[in-house]
């Protein structure tokens, strides 16, 4: 029993908002619907960055599409005073992540960065993760991919290639942030704000998104936490998401 | 690493402490250590394993020229980024930026010289070596030019600037004839000749979007395909959330949504062609409220007068009041910017439109002024590249003596005409009288699968190239491309083709450099030794290379420039300022006196060049009071856009657009691009035919149902999507798709609206006018794939976008961020 215990005891823990806060870093995103065009370029950022395939245009039509980070149209009103808005969705790295306690291999589980992670190797595609999250942003391969020879010269030796079978999703270019780690520990140091910026940030042609440690009061990204316009998606959900939103302002015409 | 905003860019320039005018360098600034001062085919000793390096070029994927960081490992180019030390990008990148290393490593790439052994376009290549290919073409330039008919000579191009253009322009000379064409489908021909007009200036203007507040824009897609969508980006995005709660207000009109009108705070929709009049209304609003007070005004008024808003309301579908609204908005605002572009621009009244529109920020007082539009000076290469810019007009005459024999060769690079010219041009029919068309493009595209001979160019990521942007920033810049890879195939540098078949054809002439990297160092060594700097220049320099920290070289800018705001600002810039002064020392080495301290100041300046993938002169001209000339203002007037064909039988208005993924079509053959969902229909991988939903039920028409698009020039088929913000008598469709040629991924997709527009053109420029032909819809009764990723597209109350009205933050204060703590009852 006392096992069960013990498991129960770490679980609340675990399951406790501000758990992560205890440890060296915690990984977040604001993205600031004010400034977001919905030109799409983190998409293609993301896709190159992270060995994301080309899947193909049959796979899509079976909604079967694997870009990490996607654009959401909503339009709202009708012609002429119509509206689209555009809001990026991409893993939420949620503190109390539903995807992470259904998985029963344990292959999505919370790295003590804060980061919701993916074991790719240990995955056994159940594809329960994907129900369970409520952002759907969870991608699964169906299929094997190719890349045309020699467009596999591009892919990123620090990215792992997916096989069949497997669940994946975004993962705030984890490959970077070690990177950053690693040069933040050979100097003797923590990684400072600005070190690592995944792929969507750093394309990003209006500065929308914004990356940093939410531990450190002082980056930028906890700044932009404090800011009247921040909420989460799905806040009822209490999913804890590191992933905030600015809302998007909307003026009378004037 | 902090990203200079444009602001700090220039007071950078003007903080100058090398020599007044000196030009300057500012090393790159990106966090990645750069360690190669020369690319990776010379030296591969720096080559190792497991470590990425980076090298600095230009994005070539528009004419935007954003300065680009192109990570490699192991001799394969990763992954591109922005150039954070250049003007135009700042470190940011749009998708068809990202998507340049499908470019490089495309499967479709024509790896070697080939020949057409069969009927033309029947695809029979034989490979040949470069020797035996060059020998073809040179042998035949040969001819012609020494029996007197090098005129007969075409080279007809994508657009060239800075040096290249020099290049090409001493090619054409070498081979005697006067041929040189470019040819891009959206040059702004109308802009250009706008700018003209009202300024007398023959630069596009610095559209400063990220002080303005308030930015009106006719039709002009700046967030999407317009000139310089990246730099835009960063423009609206600073002035919407980047200035302390002091956000700037977009507005756009047009009658399609477009990303641009999509991310303004109002979309106002107008009829095509209307743009300039509701400009001139807007303009008589101000001037006869008595927002203008320049000398002037009188003529301004009885210029204006027949464009009262009222008098317009209906011709353009915009009510009076929004019109008397926005301008008085416009005109009590400071800063505020118009803008026109291809929407407005590409109609047969689209010259006088854009003058209109550009004229508000005449009567405006936006000139020259921040967050206004500010005057280019001259770039420092490439004078003489516009004149070459063939408008529509221009080349169906170059058809013309196609089909009359007085071109006898034609050497095509990366333009492909036969794609982007609508088939009323008749240009395939006329290339075809040609009798050898010689191509240096990479792809096997339209124009290429006519070639006798193909001798392959590299792709930008292999190719040496400078560039100067265009729409500059305010002052003058450049970059170096420089090749981050080795090349993959037999291809060769375009240039490199160049200058081999000028030696053979004419070894006496001007032309005498062995390769473009050759050319571009002598050409670069003119700008380094023009910029000899005085001897203090060269003393505050030295202090400054000397002191070597960010304090000390902070002082020394300070004390080189001792303006206010320069020394204020030094601190901050200071980290900068070491950046900038640092590898300035090749600038300031030139020193003309023999006993210089650097002897190979070129070949440091010259690296310094290759590293930090920027160059940049404080050359902010002084603007004095711009006036406009009295007969513009008399003349200046829109009259109503002409229609190719009849509203009877063509009740619909074609919109064909510029997409963000394809362009002008050259997107097409990126797998990545055509898997980016389109920004605003989120369709993959085809083409379609927006319409209004109502119009569409009007109609019977669904979601995907066939259409045959037909027009007085031709019919396409395409499925319908119903897109919420179009105008009922408007349709509008993507550029880009509709290849028969071009590769596995382009080919055969989709379908083309530039092959069925009626050829009108603006008559004072000759550009196509492509949003003046009308349509009718015949429906097929048939359904077509239409693929998009999945999704809802209404919110149905989620409330997964959440919005706030300016002023209102306080009520929104308490739905701040919470978090609802957990409790995980034991079992
Ligand atoms: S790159 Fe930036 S502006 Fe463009 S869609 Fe992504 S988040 Fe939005
Ligand atoms: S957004 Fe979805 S996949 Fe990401 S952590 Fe939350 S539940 Fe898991
Ligand atoms: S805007 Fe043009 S030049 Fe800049 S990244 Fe995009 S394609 Fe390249």
């Not at chain 1, 030796?157 to 975004?170: A, T, W």
């Not at chain 2, 956000?247 to 009658?255: K, L, N, S, Y």
């Amino acid at each position: 029993m006392s096992f069960i215990d013990d498991f129960l005891a770490s679980w609340r823990e675990y399951r406790e908002p501000g758990y992560y806060d205890g440890f060296d870093y915690h990984w977040t995103m604001s993205v600031d619907l004010d400034r977001c065009t919905g030109c799409g370029a983190c998409i293609t950022a993301c896709q190159a960055e992270n060995n994301i395939p080309i899947v193909g245009e049959d796979a899509i039509a079976r909604g079967r599409e694997m870009q990490w980070i996607r654009i959401e149209k909503y339009w709202e009103g009708e012609f002429p005073d119509v509206k689209l808005r555009f809001i990026p969705m991409l893993c939420q790295h949620c503190d109390a992540a539903p995807c992470e306690t259904v998985c029963p291999v344990s292959a999505t589980y919370h790295n003590q960065d804060g980061l919701n992670a993916q074991v790719y190797n240990r995955c056994i595609g159940t594809r329960s993760c994907a129900v369970y999250c409520p952002y759907e942003v969870r991608y699964f391969n169906y299929n094997n991919h190719h890349w045309d020879a020699p467009l596999e010269q591009q892919l990123n030796p620090d990215v792992s290639v997916r096989e069949k079978g497997v669940m994946e999703k975004c993962s705030f270019c984890i490959q970077r942030i070690r990177q950053a780690k690693d040069v933040a520990k050979d100097e003797g140091r923590r990684v400072q704000d600005g070190d690592v910026q995944p792929a969507c940030v750093q394309t990003c042609p209006t500065e929308a998104l914004v990356f940093g440690d939410q531990n450190d009061p002082d980056s930028r990204v906890s700044q932009t936490m404090n800011d009247e316009r921040a909420y989460h998606v799905l806040e009822e959900l209490n999913t804890a998401p590191s992933v905030v939103y600015l809302r998007k302002v909307e003026t009378d015409a004037v | 690493m902090a990203s200079i905003d444009r602001r700090d860019f220039l007071k950078l320039v003007g903080a100058g402490g090398v020599g007044t005018g000196a030009g300057f360098m500012l090393r790159e600034a990106i966090k990645h250590p750069v360690e190669n001062l020369v690319p990776y085919p010379v030296p591969p000793e720096d080559f190792s394993p497991g470590i990425a390096t980076w090298y600095n070029t230009v994005c070539s994927m528009c004419s935007a020229g954003c300065g680009i960081t192109v990570r490699t490992r192991e001799g394969r180019a990763k992954k591109i980024e922005g150039n954070p030390s250049h003007p135009v990008s700042q470190g940011r990148l749009c998708a068809r930026g990202q998507a340049g290393l499908q470019v490089l490593y495309n499967p479709d790439r024509v790896t070697t010289p080939l020949q057409q052994t069969g009927e033309r376009g029947s695809g029979d290549w034989l490979p040949l070596t470069w020797t035996e290919g060059l020998s073809q073409i040179s042998g035949r330039l040969g001819e012609l030019r020494s029996s007197g008919q090098g005129g007969a000579v075409c080279l007809l191009s994508e657009g060239q600037r800075g040096h290249m253009h020099g290049l090409f322009e001493q090619f054409m000379a070498n081979i005697g004839s006067d041929r040189l064409v470019y040819y891009d489908y959206d040059h702004p021909h109308p802009l250009l000749a706008a700018m003209n007009r009202l300024f007398g200036t023959s630069e596009l203007p610095y559209f400063d979007l990220g002080n303005t507040d308030y930015l009106v824009s006719f039709g002009a897609d700046y967030l999407g395909s317009w000139l310089s969508p990246v730099h835009h980006g960063l423009g609206f995005g600073r002035s919407r959330q980047g200035r302390d709660h002091h956000r700037g207000r977009f507005v756009q009109i047009e009658p399609r949504m477009t990303l641009s009108g999509a991310a303004a705070d109002e979309w106002i929709a107008a009829i095509p062609g209307t743009e300039g009049i509701i400009a001139l209304a807007m303009a008589n609003r101000i001037v006869s409220q008595g927002g203008y007070q320049g000398d002037d005004a009188d003529a301004w008024a009885a210029a204006l007068e027949p464009y009262s808003a009222d008098a317009v309301a209906e011709q353009t579908g915009v009510a009076a009041e929004t019109i008397a609204r926005v301008a008085d908005t416009f005109a009590g605002t400071g800063p505020s910017l118009a803008i026109g572009g291809d929407g407005a621009g590409r109609h047969s009244n689209g010259v006088d439109a854009l003058t209109a529109i550009t004229a508000l920020n005449y009567l405006a007082g936006n000139l020259g002024i921040e967050g206004g539009l500010i005057f280019n000076p001259e770039p420092v290469a490439g004078q003489g590249a516009a004149a070459r810019h063939a408008s529509y007009r221009s080349m169906l005459e170059l058809a013309e003596d196609a089909r009359e024999g007085r071109i006898q060769v034609l050497i095509v690079n990366q333009a492909n005409p036969v794609f982007t010219m609508p088939a009323a041009a008749g240009i395939g029919e006329a290339l075809a009288r040609i009798p050898l068309i010689v191509s240096l493009s990479s792809f096997m595209d339209e124009t290429t699968a006519m070639a006798d001979l193909i001798l392959p160019s590299h792709t930008y990521l292999e190719a040496w190239g400078d560039d100067f942007p265009e729409p500059g920033v305010g002052f003058r810049a450049g970059a170096i491309s420089q090749p981050v890879v080795s090349p993959l195939y037999d291809t060769r540098d375009t240039g490199d083709t160049l200058l081999a078949v000028a030696a053979a054809v004419n070894p006496d002439g001007a032309l005498t450099a062995a390769t473009t990297e050759e050319y571009l160092r002598e050409q670069w060594r003119a700008i380094f030794e023009r910029d000899a700097p005085t001897e203090e220049g060269t003393a505050q320099a030295q202090e400054a290379i000397a002191a070597e920290t960010v304090e000390a070289a902070a002082e020394v800018v300070a004390q080189a420039a001792p303006e206010d705001d320069a020394a204020a600002d030094a601190p901050a810039n200071a980290e900068a300022a070491v950046a900038q002064v640092a590898p300035a020392e090749g600038a300031v080495a030139t020193n003309p006196d023999p006993a210089g301290w650097m002897p190979d100041a070129f070949d440091e300046f010259w690296n310094s060049l290759l590293r930090a993938g920027v160059w940049g002169e404080n050359t902010r001209a002084e603007q004095g009071p711009v006036t406009v000339d009295a007969s513009v203002i008399d003349a200046i007037g829109v009259d109503a856009p002409e229609f190719a064909g009849s509203s009877e039988t063509y009740p619909f208005i074609l919109q064909p657009y510029l997409s963000l993924n394809m362009h002008d079509g050259s997107g097409a053959n990126l797998p990545w691009m055509q898997e980016l969902p389109d920004p605003l229909t989120s369709v993959v991988y085809g083409s379609w035919l927006e319409i209004n939903p109502e119009t569409a039920r009007e109609l019977g028409l669904r979601d995907g149902d066939l259409v045959d698009v037909e027009s007085p020039q031709g019919t396409i088929s395409v499925p319908v999507l119903t897109f919420p913000a179009i105008m009922p008598n408007v349709v509008a469709m993507p550029v880009g798709q509709g290849h028969s040629e071009f590769g596995r991924y382009a080919s055969g997709r989709g379908a083309n609206p530039i092959e069925i527009l009626a050829p009108q053109v603006e008559p004072e420029t000759g550009s196509l006018a492509w949003n003046a032909t009308r349509v009718r819809l015949n429906p097929t009764g048939r359904r077509a794939n239409l693929v998009r990723t999945s999704g809802l597209s209404r919110d149905l109350g989620r409330g997964i976008i959440q919005t706030t009205a300016t002023g209102e933050a306080e009520e929104h204060a308490s739905t701040k961020l919470r978090s609802i703590p957990i409790t995980v009852e034991p079992a």
